[in-house]
């Protein structure tokens, strides 16, 4: 038997990629995975996009390219951060595969083994999944509707050699919380207090339906520390695989390096044709369709909830992105009710267990409403409310507390 590496054996398969494989059977109603609407897809421009690019460029767009990225999609991506208020030239910028690359990246860059991470409590399995491969400590600190409780990161940060802060703060995966002003300015300051640099995943904010848009860290940031990662998956599809990473000079170009030693760089051919398909397209109408669509199935969502849960069931109802997070009753654990759920009721969602690093509350759940028609949403929660009721009767009779 082949001996594995350490960093290798130490990471554990993601929950929510084996309950897909489940969920990917026709007769199930899948809430599981964080997925957009295919539907929504713009695949008529997108083939479009390709066959210009093939015709006008296809040499060029086929052979090996710069690892930085195609010059004229960083220069996009530069304008979009300018837009935000973060001033930023395409030198600023690396194209990946998919922001999930830069997460990897960044830690191959800044994390020792044994390194300490801050992460909020929950937060995204597959960053959890980084850090563990890179071999890295991670401490979880709460947060609650407003984001990361910031008195509990200064402990965390007086205590502990911090070498990198990791969130979301828009529509966060897997609890829909987006980061209020306050919160982002006091997680700045802390971070330049204490030197400590701050890996800001952004992959859903485009997908905002409702209240009003706040700017990045990067925007808030003038020490260097924040480094900015996004995507163009939520936007236009996931199967292109073009992310973006932006960071100051001083870790970028490492980052450039260990990029050049993973995989030479991202698609020559996909790079370009988002630059073909962003000069005809009218992205801005795209997205407002996206945000309509998912506005109507994440209410629709929230009100089943709200409608036929079990009493005392809590549930955040977000801004924008693809995910509910449902916390219910004590005494439902939602891991060992999953089989009965796809079994018997044919209908998965993602266990709220895996996404915690620690205080895990095993009665929670993650609820994917994008990729739902709203058909499927009402009858999926109606079942779901079946399986969670009657586990908590069973409880009930059963004399557990509850």
């Given at each position: 038997m082949m001996r594995l590496a350490e960093r290798t054996s130490g990471v554990t398969p993601s929950a929510v990629r084996e309950i897909l494989k489940v969920a990917e059977q026709p007769e199930v109603r899948s809430f599981a995975g964080g997925l957009p609407a295919p539907e929504l897809f713009p695949v008529d421009a997108i083939a479009q996009a390709h066959a210009r690019v093939l015709v006008m460029n296809?040499?060029?767009?086929?052979?090996?390219?710069?690892?930085?990225?195609?010059?004229?999609?960083?220069e996009w991506i530069a304008s979009h951060f300018a837009d935000k208020g973060a001033p930023t030239t395409a030198d600023d910028v690396l194209v990946t595969n998919g922001s999930q690359q830069g997460i990897d990246l960044v830690s191959r860059v800044l994390l020792?083994?044994?390194?300490?991470?801050?992460?909020?409590?929950?937060?995204?399995?597959?960053?959890?999944?980084?850090?563990?491969?890179?071999?890295?400590?991670?401490?979880?600190?709460?947060?609650?509707?407003?984001?990361?409780?910031?008195?509990?990161?200064?402990?965390?940060?007086?205590?502990?050699?911090?070498?990198?802060?990791?969130?979301?703060?828009?529509?966060?995966?897997?609890?829909?919380?987006?980061?209020?002003?306050?919160?982002?300015?006091?997680?700045?300051a802390l971070a330049q207090a204490w030197k400590v640099p701050v890996l800001e995943d952004d992959p859903y904010g485009a997908i905002r339906f409702a209240g009003a848009p706040l700017p990045p860290l990067a925007a808030m940031d003038d020490a260097g520390l924040v480094?900015?990662?996004?995507?163009?998956?939520?936007?236009?599809?996931?199967?292109?695989?073009?992310?973006?990473?932006?960071?100051?000079?001083?870790?970028?170009?490492?980052?450039?390096?260990?990029?050049?030693?993973t995989d030479l760089h991202s698609s020559s051919l996909a790079q370009r044709a988002v630059v073909e398909l962003l000069a005809r397209f009218d992205l801005e109408a795209h997205l407002n369709r996206l945000r309509s669509v998912y506005r109507e199935r994440c209410e629709?969502?929230?009100?089943?909830?709200?409608?036929?849960?079990?009493?005392?069931?809590?549930?955040?109802?977000?801004?924008?992105?693809?995910?509910?997070?449902?916390?219910?009753?004590?005494?439902?654990?939602?891991?060992?009710?999953?089989?009965?759920?796809?079994?018997?009721?044919?209908?998965?969602y993602v266990p709220g267990a895996p996404f915690f690093v620690d205080r895990v509350r095993s009665n929670t759940l993650r609820l994917n409403f994008s990729n739902c028609q709203p058909k499927?949403?009402?009858?999926?929660?109606?079942?779901?409310?079946?399986?969670?009721?009657?586990?908590?009767?069973?409880?009930?009779?059963?004399?557990?507390?509850?």
């Open positions: 296809g040499p060029a767009a086929l052979q090996y390219s710069t690892t930085e990225g195609y010059a004229p999609l960083r020792d083994p044994g390194a300490v991470v801050v992460t909020e409590n929950p937060t995204y399995l597959a960053a959890l999944q980084v850090f563990q491969a890179a071999q890295a400590k991670v401490v979880a600190v709460d947060s609650d509707r407003e984001g990361m409780q910031l008195e509990a990161l200064a402990k965390v940060l007086a205590t502990h050699d911090v070498r990198l802060i990791y969130l979301v703060p828009n529509f966060a995966n897997p609890t829909g919380v987006t980061w209020t002003a306050p919160r982002r300015a006091g997680l700045i480094i900015s990662l996004g995507t163009f998956s939520k936007m236009l599809a996931p199967g292109l695989r073009i992310g973006w990473l932006r960071a100051p000079a001083a870790v970028r170009k490492h980052v450039v390096v260990a990029k050049q030693a629709l969502m929230f009100e089943a909830v709200r409608a036929v849960f079990p009493p005392g069931t809590k549930c955040l109802k977000p801004d924008g992105g693809l995910f509910l997070w449902v916390e219910l009753p004590n005494g439902v654990d939602t891991l060992s009710l999953l089989t009965t759920a796809v079994t018997q009721h044919r209908v998965a499927d949403i009402v009858e999926g929660m109606a079942s779901l409310s079946r399986v969670f009721g009657e586990a908590l009767s069973a409880g009930a009779s059963a004399g557990s507390p509850l």
